[in-house]
């Protein structure tokens, strides 16, 4: 990828622009019903902080990446300031582009990684990897306290798939690899990784590792840390290769350690995951339950007797009920309820059997059929909800996304906790809707999206609310994050996940393998 590429997203908006479809009169009518007209603000280009970064050391990056990969226009660091947070869409919008890198480094190797954090350590620079960019919980933000300046390490350029074993089924790829760079590589081979989190088309595999992402599919395919059999990490004390066989018992998993480090304890140059044989067919059924609560133990009975299908969601009432506000896209599961969607996929023959025996017990359990259309316009429209959130914003109208996951017995609680808290924030006119998505034997992972019109302040409007929901995920026993990572905006929280024995193996593991804290500083460690 190289800047003005088409797969470059814009500094405070979704991907590129010129997919984005306008916000079609329907749906603008029901926004402006709900919270009345709004102007769409005017679209700037605004100035950046002067970089600090000594010529010398920007001189010495340009002798390891080469000339043409040591960037330092305003265009770009735009560009890699922050990720894609409603709040950090907020503040680019603002014109606030403090957290601005002063270069973008871009190397191609992973000795030329290791080179980039030698130097960094000597001239003490803080170094942010850059990935897709897609991060939501403030993991590109270096903080530049004590730091001579900031570089973003974009992986952009290492796009390889290094090895493919179609014997055991893994394939080793480099960390630049956005989802569908590295889905149309596989594909050359007849090979699916499965990994389709909302933010595929720009995320990249060292990102879905960094942050322990969760695709759409998890039900069939996993989480990708689970994907994950081998990576090799360039820290500031030296390479790390981890993964040597499936399964091994030759002390803690330090991979673990890698997955979820959001950056803060090495660059990952390399992931070798496990990968599955291309579909040969695929198939999305509607299924209409009465209550949240009825679907939801559907989902259960069906994760507790080894039924899952590939894909397996659960809109709650009121997030059912949107979508009904747009009836093309969930044909005709028009009486109210709540709309579950099964996904299959494999070969055809597997995905016969599978989707008769979850059909017959979802039957069973008292849901009923609606037919593909639900679920073929699903799949369809799975991938533009961030452009309508940038269509939301133009028109005044604050959306967010917050997640945790917790046991099946606990899940009602936090449910009402965290919609409790959330209006109780906002105001009785929030929208709040929620999904289950991802679902385990013994829990599942809860998804809010919230809506509401935009206050005189909304950072900090949004900034109550989120501090409202994660206090009440906590006090529920729930965590603080399912798959959207700790970043800078759950830190505070971490804390309480882990207890002050966790924060100090975390603390012992950044200092032993990042001494002079130049990762990600503020990101993720207590
Ligand atoms: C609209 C939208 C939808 C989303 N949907 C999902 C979803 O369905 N499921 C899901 O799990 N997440 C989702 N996310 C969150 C986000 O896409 C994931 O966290 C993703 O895994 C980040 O990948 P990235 O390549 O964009 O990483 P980046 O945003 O570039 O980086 C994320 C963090 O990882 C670090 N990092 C990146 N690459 C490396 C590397 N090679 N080595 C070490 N550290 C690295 C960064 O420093 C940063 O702290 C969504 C985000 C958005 C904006």
Not at 137 to 142: K, P, Q, R, S
Request: net charge negative; charged share 20%.
């Amino acid at each position: 990828m190289t800047p003005g590429d088409a797969r470059e997203m814009h500094p405070h908006r979704w991907g590129d622009p010129a997919a984005a479809a306008a916000l079609p009169d329907a749906a603008r009518a029901l926004v402006e019903l709900a919270f009345g007209a709004a102007e769409t603000p005017a679209v700037e280009e605004f100035a950046l902080p002067e970089p600090t970064l000594a010529e010398e050391v920007v001189a010495e990056l340009r002798a390891v990446v080469g000339d043409e990969h040591v960037l330092a226009d305003d265009d770009i660091r735009r560009r890699r300031t922050r990720g894609k947070s409603t709040p950090d869409l907020l503040k680019a919008r603002a014109g606030d582009f403090a957290d601005a890198p002063d270069v973008v480094v871009r190397p191609a190797t992973h000795d030329q990684v290791q080179a980039v954090l030698d130097l960094a350590v000597a001239r003490r620079v803080a170094v942010v990897p850059f990935g897709g960019g897609t991060a939501v919980t403030g993991g590109l933000v270096a903080l530049r306290d004590g730091f001579t300046g900031v570089i973003s390490l974009d992986l952009g350029r290492m796009k390889g798939v290094r090895d493919i074993d179609p014997v055991s089924m893994t394939a080793t790829l480099e960390p630049g690899l956005r989802g569908p760079e590295a889905e149309a590589l596989l594909g050359e081979h007849g090979l699916t990784l499965g990994h389709f989190p909302q933010s595929f088309e720009y995320a990249s595999i060292g990102g879905f590792a960094a942050t322990r992402s969760s695709g759409q599919s998890s039900a069939g395919y996993g989480r990708f840390d689970a994907m994950v059999v081998a990576l090799t990490a360039a820290t500031p004390s030296g390479r790390l290769d981890l993964g040597t066989a499936p399964a091994t018992a030759a002390g803690p998993d330090l991979r673990q350690l890698l997955l979820g480090s959001e950056g803060t304890l090495g660059v990952i140059t390399s992931v070798t995951v496990r990968v599955r044989a291309l579909p040969a067919t695929t198939a999305y059924d509607g299924w209409r339950w009465p209550t949240f609560g009825e679907g939801a133990t559907a989902m259960r009975t069906l994760a507790q007797s080894g039924l899952l299908p590939t894909v397996l969601r659960l809109s709650d009432e009121t997030e059912t009920a949107l979508n009904l506000a747009r009836p093309e896209s969930i044909g005709g599961a028009g009486d109210g309820g709540c709309l579950m969607v099964a996904g299959y996929e494999g070969t055809r023959a597997a995905v016969d059997a599978r989707r008769a025996a979850v059909s017959a017990a979802l039957e069973d359990l008292g849901g009923v059929p609606l037919g593909e259309e639900p679920g073929t316009a699903w799949v369809r429209g799975r991938f533009h909800a961030p452009y309508l959130r940038d269509s939301m914003l133009d028109v005044g109208v604050l959306v967010e996304t917050l997640e945790t996951a917790t046991f099946w017995s606990s899940l009602e609680r936090v449910y009402a906790a965290v919609r409790e808290a959330l209006t109780g924030s906002l105001g009785d006119q929030a929208i709040v809707l929620c999904h289950i998505s991802h679902v385990y034997e013994t829990g599942a992972s809860l998804y809010f999206t919230v809506a509401v019109k935009q206050g005189e302040d909304p950072l900090a409007q949004w900034r109550a609310a989120k501090t409202a929901a994660t206090d009440a995920m906590v006090d529920a026993g729930a965590t603080i994050t399912h798959h959207h990572a700790v970043g800078t905006d759950h830190r505070p929280w971490l804390a309480r996940e882990v207890g002050p024995v966790g924060v100090q193996i975390l603390r012992a593991v950044k200092a032993s393998l990042d001494p002079a804290g130049v990762l990600n500083p503020g990101v993720l460690i207590p």
